[in-house]
């Protein structure tokens, strides 16, 4: 059971991160509001559904802050206490910082995971409605692409054809084993095109070792024939590229699903590892701004706490961000790439952590 102190700092420490946290989404809010007004000024749709996209949005972008949310909420949590002297009064009672800052670290975990599991998932899932949403107005929404254990499905309709695309391998600009299925609604004919691969590295595919039936016209053979789409092999992955929409389940199946295709499932493990860290991110975070509320004693206005917050959160987000580019590129291990700067964060917590009593 936890004792009154540990449930009072506690106490403290969730409520400042819950002000913190709505500060923060009222800012994504009306930051990404100016965005969507933005996006939807050659529209006539009201003031509805930018209001409604915003909404949608808003947790995605607030899930992206909470490294720094945590960071600036423990640091007001200790301005509460020191402008009180509550910390003078619990060390007279034996309740040193290391039992203050342990109390913080096991109250960060608990959020973390909720967070992870709670927040992501629901962030995800309005992320998702977003896109679906905003892909109506951005597109004549005539084509669909998506991937599953079977291969890469494609739907598009050219020149009053409605294509169907079926490739069983993709990987960057090249697909293999296709099958693309034409059907005209104003002859009811249907020709079949199969290939045995294709270069779609621009939106004229070439494809290799082809056979069409034509009902009508009979089969033909081709060394090489040319298809002209709506896509290439960019378009392709930008439409994969969204992680933040899909929920942890969706994003194993995913990568089980690249896989099968040998598509590279680069991104979608940068993507899991980095969820998997964030637990071990924001406890870093928040030992890392009650030590330097507790070595740098001149910190004492909620100005100043704004100000360093701000300095130390970006210069951790380019640490976290460079790293993971190594990853995504493979330049080094993606596991090392998302853990490596929270080795340096802990191990800079571990130093500044030894000798935190002596205050």
């Known amino acids: 059971m936890l004792k009154k102190y540990q449930l009072y700092l506690a106490t403290i420490f969730i409520k400042n991160l819950f002000l913190i946290s709505l500060i923060f989404l009222g800012l994504s809010f009306i930051l990404n509001f100016f965005e969507e007004l933005k996006f939807f ?3 006539d749709v009201g003031i509805r559904y930018p209001v409604l996209l915003t909404f949608l949005n808003s947790p995605s972008i607030l899930f992206e802050l909470f490294p720094f949310i945590f960071l600036i909420a423990v ?3 200790y301005i509460h206490l020191n402008e009180r002297n509550e910390i003078e009064i619990f060390k007279n009672h034996g309740i040193d910082n290391f039992k203050v800052l342990s109390l913080l670290s096991f109250s960060t975990l608990i959020c973390g995971a909720f967070i992870l599991l709670i927040f992501y998932t629901f962030s995800s899932n309005l992320k ?3 896109l679906n949403l905003k892909n109506k107005f ?5 084509y669909l692409a998506v991937v599953n254990e ?3 499905w494609i739907k598009e309709e050219i020149d009053g054809f409605s294509n169907i695309i079926h490739a069983k391998k ?6 293999e084993e296709i099958t693309i299925t034409q059907t005209n609604a104003a002859s009811d004919n249907i020709n079949i095109i199969t290939a045995k691969n294709a270069d779609i590295s621009s939106k004229t595919w070439s494809l290799n070792k082809v056979k069409i039936v034509d009902k009508l016209m009979g089969n033909k053979t081709y060394e090489n024939f040319y298809y002209i789409s709506s896509f290439d092999g960019e378009i392709i992955s930008n439409l994969f590229s969204n992680l933040n929409s ?8 995913l990568l089980s699903n690249y896989s099968k295709i040998g598509y590279s499932t ?3 493990n940068v993507h899991l590892n980095k969820l998997y860290s964030l637990p071990i991110f924001y406890l870093l975070m928040t030992i890392l701004g009650l030590l330097i509320m507790m070595k740098f004693t001149f910190i004492k206005t909620k100005f100043f706490t704004i100000i360093v917050g701000v300095s130390v959160s970006v210069f951790v987000y380019y640490i976290n961000h460079f790293s993971s580019l190594f990853g995504s590129n493979e330049t080094i291990p993606i596991v090392l790439s998302i853990w490596l700067p929270h080795v340096i964060l802990f191990l800079i917590c571990l130093l500044g952590g030894v000798k935190i009593n002596e205050n």
């Open 170 to 175: 993709f990987n960057k600009n090249n697909i």
């Open 266 to 268: 680069t991104d979608v």
């Open 128 to 130: 998702n409605h977003y």
């Open 150 to 152: 079977n291969g890469l």
């Open 246 to 253: 899909l929920n942890i389940y969706q994003l194993n199946l």
């Open 75 to 77: 640091k007001f949590f």
């Open 41 to 43: 000024e050659n529209y």
């Open 138 to 142: 951005s597109s004549e929404n005539e």
